[in-house]
């Protein structure tokens, strides 16, 4: 009797260990860190691997654009994983404040500050990739940077006067009242030609519901000239980008230029959510770069 009682008890131990596994992002816990002393960031955290990897969102989104990420590679004991909302968007606060690239650094900064990570794989998607380099560019922490579909303003002395007023036009875009259908235009271009119909859902769903005060001010401090140095990032680099983007016919040779140490992937008929439209394609290639790499 007391051996089948004992086989009962470790059943019972054993399938509450496993109950208590997170089979989604949506699983996990939320946490929260401060910075400039009132405004609270959300993020989430899985793993307690020596690597880290750092997801950040693109603009208007949140940590669930990464939902396929953590479903891959949650099962990866040499992995951490850090999910952010970065501040305005999710379920950071969305204060009336300047949202420079420098106050999103800040959060990221802060994030990793308290979870003692130092030298990290920063996966930055959209408005992601600008933040995550002026992470890289400003704070302690290093490793290496995936750039997904990032964006860029191009500043080198060569740009024309049309360049320039195209740039000013776009970080202007969201400054009306009429900010949320702007931004219904501005999901509806990221489709491309096999972008599936989930995607895009996610997309609408939670883009147009970003404050105006958010977006106006994000894009407005995201084309000013002195945050888009043209200084070469050293660190080892993965750009993955759509052709649907708009890319220049010399992007390229643009990426080699900043980042010496490239890995460069162009793609042609996919949109602009690159990691949930082909997850499998992105995550295989995410797994090669961080494991051929000793952080």
């Not at 979870?115 to 992470?135: A, E, I, K, M």
């Not at 360049?163 to 999901?187: L, P, R």
């Not at 491309?192 to 995607?199: A, I, M, N, S, Y």
């Not at 660190?235 to 708009?246: A, R």
């Amino acid at each position: 009797m007391r051996k089948k009682v004992y086989v009962f008890l470790l059943l019972s131990v054993m399938v509450a260990g496993c109950s208590m596994r997170p089979e989604r992002l949506d699983d996990l816990a939320s946490e929260y860190v401060t910075i400039d002393d009132s405004v609270s960031i959300h993020y989430k955290t899985w793993g307690k691997g020596k690597k880290t990897i750092c997801f950040v969102h693109g603009f208007g989104c949140d940590i669930n654009t990464w939902k396929e990420q953590f479903e891959s590679f949650r099962d990866d004991e040499g992995l951490r994983l850090v999910f952010i909302d970065l501040p305005g968007y999710g379920k950071s606060d969305k204060p009336h404040v300047d949202y420079t690239l420098g106050f999103y650094a800040r959060a990221i900064d802060e994030v990793l500050n308290a979870n003692n990570v130092t030298d990290v794989v920063f996966v930055g998607h959209s408005l992601g990739t600008p933040v995550c380099r002026q992470t890289i560019m400003t704070t302690a922490h290093q490793g290496a940077l995936v750039d997904v579909d990032g964006v860029y303003c191009f500043y080198d002395g060569t740009e024309t006067p049309e360049y320039v007023e195209a740039v000013h036009q776009f970080g202007h875009a969201f400054d009306g009242v009429d900010c949320s259908d702007v931004i219904k235009g501005f999901v509806s271009s990221l489709a491309g030609k096999d972008t599936p119909q989930e995607v895009t859902d996610y997309a609408m769903s939670v883009m147009p519901q970003t404050p105006q005060h958010v977006a106006s001010s994000t894009m407005q401090h995201l084309i000013e000239k002195k945050w888009w140095s043209n200084h070469p990032i050293t660190q080892p680099v993965m750009v993955i980008c759509t052709q649907n983007s708009g890319l220049a016919p010399d992007n390229r040779q643009k990426m080699e230029r900043l980042y010496p140490n490239l890995q460069y992937t162009e793609l042609t008929t996919c949109g602009h959510f690159i990691h949930m439209e082909q997850p499998e394609m992105f995550n295989d290639q995410l797994k090669a770069f961080i494991y051929q790499k000793e952080l």
